[in-house]
Structure formats: C-alpha cells, structure tokens
C-alpha cells in the first residue's frame, strides 16, 4: 500500500511542469547588457577600422574640411575684389530677414591686424571700448525704491494709508490713472496737510468708494501737486517728498493710538486701485508687501497685515499697577520676585555680605559660583 502511494507521487511530480524561477528587472537589463546576439561579420567595417577612422578620420572628414578651406579661400578672393569698400555682404534668413556677414580678415594681407595675445585684448560685446566706440552713453536709471527702509507705528500706518487711498481716489475722479500716484511730487506742495480733511464714503450704488473735500480748491491742490511728466523726472522729485513725508509722519506719531477708523472699511478690489497703492507703500517705506497682503480685501485687512504686533504687556506694565504707584504711595510694584539679596542691596548692605563671602571662599549665589565648596576655617 505504502509503495503504491510512493509510486502514485512520483508519477505526479513528473509530470507537473517545474516552477518558474523569478528574476527582477534589473538582473535582466545587466544580462541583457551583457549579451549580444549579433556577431563581428555583420559590421559594416572592420573593428580595427572604425577605431582607426575615430583617431585619424575618415575620407568624408577630410572632404569635408578641403570644401571648407575652398569656401574661405572663395570669400578672401571676392574681398580682393571688393577692394577697401567698407561693404558686408548681405544674406536673407528663411523668415525674410536681412543680416550682414563679418568681413573675412587676412592676416598675412590686412596691414592693421594686430593678433592678440590673450583673451583680455579680445572685442567683447558689452564692454567699456564697445560702448563708447558705439558712443552710447547708457541710460540715467533713477532708482524707484528708496536706499533705506521706513519703520512705521501702526498710527503711521493708518496715515500714510489714507493719505495714499485719498490721492488714487482723487485722481481717479480727476479722470487720471491711479498709477500716476507714483509721480514725484511739485516743490512746496505740501498734499500730506490736505489729505487729511478728506472723508472717504460708499457711492449710493453701493458699488464703489468716493472721495469728497470741504472745500473744491483743496482737491484740485492735490491735483496739481501730483506731478505728470516722466517718470525719470517724476523720481528726481521723490527726494522732496520724502522729506515731508517724514515731518508729516513724525506728526502721526505722536497722536495715541487706538481703534482703527470707520474710513479703512474701503474696498480696493479694483486691480488698478490695488496696485498703484502697493506701489506707492513700496516707493515711500520701501516696504515689499508680501504676497497675502496683496490679496487683502479692504484698507483694515491691509493694514492689519502690515501693522506692528505690540509687545505683549509685563504685569507690572499694566495702567492698574501704574496707577497704584500714585494712589498707593507705601506699595511698591517690582517686575520680578525679589529675593532676600534684593533686600540686602536696598538696604546697601550686599556689598559687605558679598565681601566676607569670597574672602571666606563660600558661594555667594548659586548661578555665579556653582560647584565651589566651603572650606572649614
């Protein structure tokens, strides 16, 4: 019975195919690689050839370079006959553009070539000889961001934001573009006083922001006070504006602070509103307003985006404790906990203490002498 079995067993292993062995991908590309199917006959040339036409080149190399040579020879022969006319041959691209060709110099026939012996006498496009055989005096750039950054309080802030709104608004009244806010300013036309008596409100239609003063002369003095000429021009006179710009924020500064206005509910989701005024903050403060601050929606979401954070009170600063210092004359209000070496130094007795201390070589506070030991007298 057990044979049977046996035998029945080997019957079925024989005839069952044999597993399948596995083998990755990259094991097949390396043999792959490695095996070539076909042979040396099939070449085109020997292999002693073609390493040979790679070292010394080949007959259609050499054919190549000998029409080369005949091409340049051609063009020094049709210099000759030109003679010393100053004129360049003109050749048509695929497109219908004409170029001139670089004359072919001789050196053996050209009396006033000079070889050069490093790269340094070489022409190069751009340098200061190629300028000024070019006579291109370059162009007056006036920078349009200034050299040092403003560093405002959130007071100033708020002014200088509405300064700003009041004058795109106004120009866009004017019928004007909103980016001409970025014009220098004409000399003693003081804008930052008359900006202020402005009140900016919703158009009936709900649909926009207008601007309106007490009195018409002083909108068209903000008018005229916005130069138009060009912007080189227009630059030369930030340097005036800058000026005031500082008295007129100093100004802003002393008043206190407190709740940002009814007006800075402004809407400024017209592009063109919105990128004349982050260019004017960038031309004043030199201030690059980031990108989430460009998205905002309205003045107060600009401003609380550029506002500077208030350093988070101590207890001890707060106006409760302040003004316990004056009703309460006997109560004293110390920043920190004070300890019995705070005492001592009211009292003008630590400087003794501390003497005795290191004289007797014992610790005199933890931090300033860790580790050190009393020695017994």
């Not at 004129?87 to 004359?103: D, I, M, P, S, T």
């Not at 806010?181 to 008596?197: D, E, H, I, L, Y």
């Not at 002369?217 to 021009?233: H, K, N, Q, Y």
């Not at 988070?312 to 003004?323: D, F, G, S, V, Y």
Request: glycine share 6%.
């Amino acid at each position: 019975m057990r044979a049977s079995r046996a035998a029945e067993q080997t019957l079925r292993s024989a005839t069952l195919s044999p597993p399948q062995q596995y083998v990755c991908r990259a094991c097949r590309a390396q043999a792959a690689r490695q095996f070539h199917t076909s042979i040396r006959g099939q070449a085109g040339l020997p292999f002693f050839q073609r390493l040979q036409q790679q070292l010394f080149g080949s007959k259609e190399s050499e054919q190549a370079e000998k029409s080369r040579g005949a091409k340049k020879l051609q063009q020094v022969e049709d210099l000759k006959q030109r003679g010393s006319s100053n004129q360049l041959e003109v050749k048509v691209a695929k497109n219908g553009q004409q170029y001139e060709v670089a004359a072919v110099v001789v050196p053996n026939e050209t009396t006033d070539y000079v070889q050069a012996l490093h790269g340094k006498q070489l022409e190069r496009i751009g340098s200061e000889a190629w300028v000024k055989a070019r006579a291109d005096q370059g162009e007056q750039y006036a920078g349009f961001v200034p050299k040092y950054r403003w560093e405002f309080s959130n007071k100033q802030w708020q002014m200088l934001l509405h300064h700003v709104i009041v004058e795109i608004l106004t120009l866009q009244k004017a019928g004007r573009v909103p980016g001409d806010v970025c014009m220098g300013r004409r000399p003693f036309a003081n804008s930052w006083q008359k900006t202020r008596k402005a009140q900016l409100k919703a158009n009936t239609t709900g649909t926009g922001v207008a601007v309106s003063y007490p009195f018409p002369a002083v909108e068209e003095r903000v008018l005229t006070a916005i130069d138009s000429s060009s912007p080189a021009e227009s630059t030369l006179l930030q340097q005036s504006l800058t000026a005031k710009a500082e008295s007129a924020v100093f100004v802003a500064g002393i008043s206190s602070e407190g709740p940002a206005p009814a007006w800075m509910n402004v809407s400024i989701k017209d592009p063109s509103v919105k990128m004349a005024l982050v260019k004017r903050i960038l031309q004043i403060t030199g201030m690059r307003v980031p990108d989430y601050a460009i998205s905002s929606s309205t003045i107060a979401d600009l401003y609380n985006r550029l506002r500077r954070l208030e350093r988070p009170k101590k207890i001890a600063e707060t106006e409760q404790l302040q003004r316990l210092k004056i009703n309460a004359p006997n109560v004293n209000v110390f920043p920190a906990r004070r300890s019995s070496i705070d005492k001592e130094k009211d009292i003008g007795r630590w400087k003794v203490i501390e003497e005795e201390l290191v004289r007797r070589n014992l610790p005199v506070t933890g931090r300033r002498w860790g580790g050190v030991k009393a020695t017994s007298l």
